[in-house]
């Protein structure tokens, strides 16, 4: 029982957060801060380039921090290195990102309350603005396109539980 407990302090982000070499802790989530990032398997100019990242604002996780480079976490696990200046504050987060595509969806409220009225119904990988995290619900903001060849687009706004999201711990206030 005690390696049970002992394991789970190690891996919670809550128990194990410390400070990196920034003053900021680690672990924390930020988001690209550029379409084009070449991610790479160490943490300089000189080290390879494992993969590129293609989408701005997508959300990160900073696990490490050397010098000017953030050793970073995706939603998909995969980790590599990226120089600070690439780098976003802002928060963003994508909805139930380990769901299959067929899911029929989360919604979103029009207060942190499930019986409050639904604004929209967001499908898996949908990219969200993180507004503000009370308790086990953040409010937040995205758009939709539905149509890529039409101008068409559509705002949405609401409020998701925690749960649901990756780019925010459970418990933690976003302000």
Known sequence: MAFVVVFFAATSPVFAQ???ASGLPLPRF?????????????PGQKYEV????????????????????????????AEGWIHKTLLSGRRT????????????G????A?????????AILQPKVMVTVEKCETSWCEVSGRYKPDPSGDKSQNFKGW???VA????????LVK
Not at 93 to 104: I, S
Not at 111 to 119: E, M
């Open 18 to 20: 410390s400070v990196g």
């Open 50 to 77: 494992a993969w590129i990242f293609v989408q701005n604002g997508l959300p990160i996780e900073i696990i490490q921090e050397f010098d000017a480079w953030r050793k970073i976490r995706d939603s998909e696990g």
């Open 93 to 104: 987060a994508l909805v139930t990102p380990w769901l299959d595509d067929a899911v029929a």
């Open 30 to 42: 930020a988001s690209l801060g550029s379409s084009k990032i070449n991610v790479r398997v160490g």
């Open 111 to 119: 207060r942190a309350d499930a019986t409050a009225p639904r604004r």
């Open 160 to 162: 998701i539980n925690q």
């Open 165 to 172: 999201l990756w780019g925010v711990y459970q418990g933690e």
């Open 106 to 109: 989360t919604p979103i409220y």
